[in-house]
C-alpha cells in the first residue's frame, strides 16, 4: 500500500516568511496527491490536489505544491505567510488503483509568529 | 446546504459501552467514510461506504460497525468501547471515487474512552 511521511512535526515561522513543508510519498503505481489543512478544532479543508499534467500545483490561499515523480515528493510552499495560515497540514496519497484508500501522513503544524 | 454534519461533538465513555457517532451530508454524495486522529500518526481510513447498502473495510476497522442504509447517513458503532478507541473521529464524504473529486470532512467527534 502506498505511504506518506511529512518530515517535519513542527514548523515555526515568522509572519512574512516564506514556508516550506515537506512531504514524501511510497508508491508502486502512480498515485493522486493531495494537501489539506486543519484549523484548530475544525475537520479538513482541501487546499489543492495533483492528478496529472502540470506538475506545479496552485490552490487556494496562496500556497502551491510541485510533484517530483523522481524524487517521490510534493512539498508545499508559500512565499509570504499570514498569521491566519497558522495551523495542522496533511499531506495524503491515493493510488490509481484503488482509490477508495487515501493514505495520509502524521501531520505538519505550521506556526506562524508576529 | 448544512455540509458533513457529526454528532455529538464531545463523548465520554467508560470501557465496555457502546455508542453510534453520527454522521449526515446533504449533498447527495454516494462516498462517505470514516477516519479517525491520533497524534503524530495522522488520520487512518476505518470503514467506507460506496452507495447505500454498500460498505467495506479501511485501514484499521476492528472494534468498529458501519451501515448505510441511506445515501445521507452513515453511523459508525463502537459495540464495546476499549481505551484505545479514545481519538478524534471524522466523517467524509465525496460525490463520487472520481480522484477530481473534492472530500468534505465533518467537524469531528471528540472520544474519550475511560
Known amino acids: 500500500a502506498q505511504s506518506v511521511t511529512q518530515l517535519d512535526s513542527q514548523v515555526p515561522v515568522f509572519e512574512e516568511a516564506p514556508v516550506e513543508l515537506r512531504c514524501n510519498y511510497s508508491s508502486s503505481v502512480s498515485v493522486y496527491l493531495f494537501w489539506y489543512v486543519q484549523y484548530p478544532n475544525q475537520g479538513l479543508q482541501l487546499l489543492l490536489k495533483?492528478?496529472?499534467?502540470?506538475?506545479l500545483v496552485k490552490g487556494i490561499n496562496g500556497f502551491e505544491a510541485e510533484f517530483n515523480k523522481s524524487q517521490t515528493s510534493f512539498h508545499l510552499r508559500k512565499p509570504s505567510v499570514h498569521i491566519s495560515d497558522t495551523a495542522e497540514y496533511f499531506c495524503?496519497?491515493?493510488?490509481?488503483?484503488?482509490?477508495?484508500?487515501?493514505?495520509f501522513g502524521a501531520g505538519t503544524r505550521l506556526t506562524v509568529k508576529p | 446546504n448544512a455540509g458533513v454534519t457529526q454528532t455529538p461533538k464531545f463523548q465520554v465513555l467508560k470501557t465496555g459501552q457502546s455508542m453510534t457517532l453520527q454522521c449526515a451530508q446533504d449533498?447527495?454524495?454516494?462516498?462517505m467514510s470514516w477516519y479517525r486522529q491520533d497524534p503524530g500518526m495522522g488520520l487512518r481510513l476505518i470503514h467506507y461506504s460506496v452507495g447505500a447498502g454498500i460498505t467495506d473495510q479501511g485501514e484499521v476497522p476492528n472494534g468498529y460497525n458501519v451501515s448505510r442504509s441511506t445515501t445521507e447517513d452513515f453511523p459508525l458503532r463502537l459495540l464495546s468501547a476499549a481505551p484505545s478507541q479514545t481519538s478524534v473521529y471524522f466523517c467524509?464524504?465525496?460525490?463520487?471515487?472520481?480522484?477530481?473529486?473534492?472530500?468534505?470532512f465533518g467537524p469531528g467527534t471528540r472520544l474519550t474512552v475511560l
Open positions: 495533483y492528478l496529472s499534467g502540470s506538475t
Open positions: 495524503a496519497v491515493s493510488d490509481l488503483r484503488n482509490n477508495n484508500d487515501m493514505r
Open positions: 449533498m447527495n454524495h454516494e462516498y
Open positions: 467524509a464524504s465525496r460525490r463520487n471515487l472520481a480522484p477530481d473529486n473534492e472530500q468534505f
